[in-house]
């Protein structure tokens, strides 16, 4: 995007990248902090790249504290340029995701693509609703049999903190007073539905596994999977694993709110508030949410350019994209035809959904250490509660 801005504007106005990325790799996050403290020094970058991860796999994320950012008035709202902009219009996009990307109404990150994760199961099991608290998770899993599980048995308490708490820590904050509610209900209630998990699986590769988990929710041993939604193919695979239309549940929630939640696919930009040239700026970020469909673009997950949207849907009607394709059901070529109907029903599932995976890997760490103490047996819930109140309210207010 950079190479190509600079060659359409040659003698004109070119992007200079800054490079910030030092320590990531040794998990440090000496570049980050230098950044933020050039920003607060009044040095704010005209645009930001806001998230990376390593590349020495130990699966960090490096992520700008991007709401924080927003909220002290570092960052530009995007949506008035979308608005104004002649070529987009809030009309041209896939509008959920971006506004579960708000901080108090403003825009100020956008990203080209993204996808969705779940927890998905049989129909005659969690029904065909869109959210569900603990306890009626709990209620439907004891009408199932005695040795029938929640999730695969593979599933540990870290697989599911590091997928649920990305998408609710933040919800726990008041980034305007400082003030923190993880001692209350919803959160212990999460805590709670985590801890019922293994401690730790080893997994070993096996086949054999692989094959049992993917006939145990078929037939009837296991109330719930993860899903990663890509795809409308990924609808039918889905419901072909469940065994009929699929209830999308997502993670319990202690307000009734939809449990399923976005993944960003792509870049992540944001535009400062201090930018000499706004209208440049724009120009470049625009770019990303210009039609840009090609087929190779479909394996970074749904477009949120709408008219990509929809031409990746038919796309996928005339059998020209590729699906991952889950164990049970076979070669995608045996899967029945798109329909308009899983058009509709995939659009309607994206509008209800209002959260988005965007990690403060600093703030999920000072959540973790104390989770971990619990899960081992080592603190009750409420030693754990009480120690994270402090932690993360010490935390904040240091950052606000």
């Known amino acids: 995007m950079v190479d190509r801005f600079n060659a359409e504007h040659e003698g004109e106005i070119q992007i200079k990248v800054v490079d910030y990325s030092e320590g990531i790799d040794e998990g440090s996050h000496q570049g980050m902090d230098r950044l933020l403290k050039e920003i607060t020094a009044g040095k704010c970058p005209d645009i930001l790249e806001t998230f990376t991860t390593t590349n020495n796999h130990s699966g960090r994320i490096n992520a700008l504290p991007y709401q924080q950012m927003a909220k002290k008035g570092y960052l530009e709202d995007l949506w008035p340029y979308i608005e104004s902009d002649p070529e987009l219009g809030r009309d041209s996009v896939v509008e959920a995701p971006l506004k579960a990307a708000e901080v108090d109404g403003g825009l100020y990150m956008l990203f080209s693509n993204f996808a969705i994760r779940t927890l998905a199961g049989a129909p005659e099991v969690v029904g065909d609703q869109f959210s569900w608290n603990l306890d009626e998770l709990w ?85 719930l999977n993860t899903f990663g939604i890509w795809c409308a193919r990924d609808i039918q695979q889905i419901d072909a694993w469940c065994g009929g239309r699929a209830g999308f549940v997502g993670y319990p929630t202690a307000d009734g709110s939809t449990g399923s939640f976005f993944s960003i696919r792509s870049g992540r930009l944001a535009m400062s508030a201090s930018c000499k040239n706004k209208e440049a700026a724009w120009d470049f970020l625009r770019r990303m949410l210009l039609p840009q469909y090609t087929p190779a673009e479909s394996e970074n997950g749904f477009p949120v350019n709408r008219a990509d949207f929809r031409k990746r849907f038919e796309a996928e009607q005339r059998g020209k994209h590729s699906v991952f394709v889950y164990g049970i059901y076979g070669p995608a070529s045996n899967l029945p035809p798109l329909e308009e109907e899983h058009y509709d029903r995939l659009t309607d599932f994206i509008s209800r959904i209002d959260k988005i995976g965007i990690y403060d890997q600093e703030l999920l760490d000072t959540i973790q250490e104390p989770c971990e103490a619990y899960f081992a047996g080592d603190k009750t819930l409420d030693e754990t509660v009480d120690l994270i109140q402090r932690r993360v309210t010490l935390y904040v207010n240091e950052k606000i």
């Open 139 to 223: 209620k439907a899993f004891s009408a199932m049999p005695e040795d029938a599980t929640v999730l695969d048995y593979c599933s540990d308490k870290g697989e599911i903190f590091s997928t649920l708490f990305p998408m609710l820590a933040d919800s726990y904050i008041d980034w305007e007073t400082g003030q923190c509610s993880f001692d209350s209900e919803g959160f212990r209630s999460s805590l709670e539905f985590i801890n019922s998990f293994p401690q730790e699986f080893a997994w070993t590769g096996d086949e054999a596994v692989n094959r049992e988990l993917s006939e145990r929710q078929m037939k009837g041993l296991q109330m």
